[in-house]
């Protein structure tokens, strides 16, 4: 059996896994409970949609204000179209959030050249990264100071951060020394690899001309992208709140602080499960447990936030099959 092969049969045995645990998980909580804390939801799944969409805005935002400022501008109703197609794709793909990521500069071409969308979303990922570290460390920080809560679930999750902030500098450190030199070692070892490289040589360059033009200069040229990375955030803990609050478990605003801040640090530990089916469900259940709610309010929360991302998934594909893109930009 090739390598490709095996890969996709572990990740099929991962999803049925996931999915079974989950199934698991609503029978023993009760499934006329959860279903009646679903249809008890009803028309709010339209306001937890525009949040989520709103969340993306802010998302596409950040990356407008990277590539309108130092490449060819590109219009943030593209860029937002394409937040939503390479967000989709990384809930689908088990590549911590950076697969689809991978797909943003080849999306916008016919709206700037690789050489310049390729810097661009570097860079917003690495500020991306810096607001989640922000946000994570804030959540941990105001929870261990003011909530009461258990140190197995802190332990973890500051361990979590730490990686998170060591894996960001790493980042700012590669891209700032260039991406050539790195693949160049790279395709040292791997014939095929070497011949591309050696055919997209100035291309390469030119990537990391306009990297250094990011890295080097002043931390405040960040500060934009930055804040609008954390405003999308906040709409984050405004979804848990909002969804918590109508299911009956009127959370503080600094207690969904802290239950967005261990989801995401669960979504980022178990970014190897496809869908991170039966994962995330978990997290939830254990982390609106320690706030002292029954479990079925944690898997009715995982189950409406499920839904919510399902349906822009939807959508997501809808956009990427209808899309009629100019031929690429050339540079």
Known sequence: MTRPAVRRTVQATLTVVG????????????????WGNLT??????????????????????????????????????VLFRVKIISDS?????????????????????????????????????????A?????????????????????????????????????????????RRGVTARLQKV???VPRAAEWIASKHSQLLAVDENLRLLY????????????LHLG??????LEFLLVLRVLGAPVTLLQALFISTIVTIGNTVFFLLPGQWGAMESVHILVVQSLGYPPAIGLSLSIIRRIRRLLIVAVALMLYAARRDPPPRQG
Request: charged letters at 10%; aromatic letters at 10%; hydrophobic letters at 60%.
């Open 19 to 34: 999915v079974g645990f989950l199934v698991y998980l609503v029978h023993r909580i009760g499934l006329d409970v959860v």
């Open 40 to 77: 008890h939801f009803g028309w709010w799944f339209l306001l937890t949609c525009a949040m989520g969409a709103s969340w993306l805005l802010l998302q596409a935002a950040a990356w407008w204000t990277v590539q309108d400022a130092y490449f060819a501008r590109v219009r943030l109703a």
């Open 89 to 129: 794709f990384n809930l689908l793909l088990p590549s911590a959030s950076l697969g689809g990521d991978a797909m943003r500069a080849f999306l916008i071409r016919a709206h700037a050249p690789l050489r310049d969308g390729v810097p661009g979303v570097l860079f917003d990922k690495t500020v991306e990264f």
């Open 131 to 175: 607001a989640s570290v922000v946000f994570l460390t804030t959540g941990l920080v105001l929870g261990l100071l003011f909530l009461h809560l258990p140190r197995a679930l802190l332990i973890p999750a500051g361990i979590s951060v730490a990686i998170t902030a060591a894996g960001t500098v790493a980042l700012v450190i590669l891209l």
């Open 187 to 189: 395709g040292s070892r």
């Open 216 to 227: 080097s200069g002043r931390i405040t040229r960040a500060l934009p992208p930055l804040m």
């Open 232 to 237: 999308s955030r906040l709409v984050g803990v």
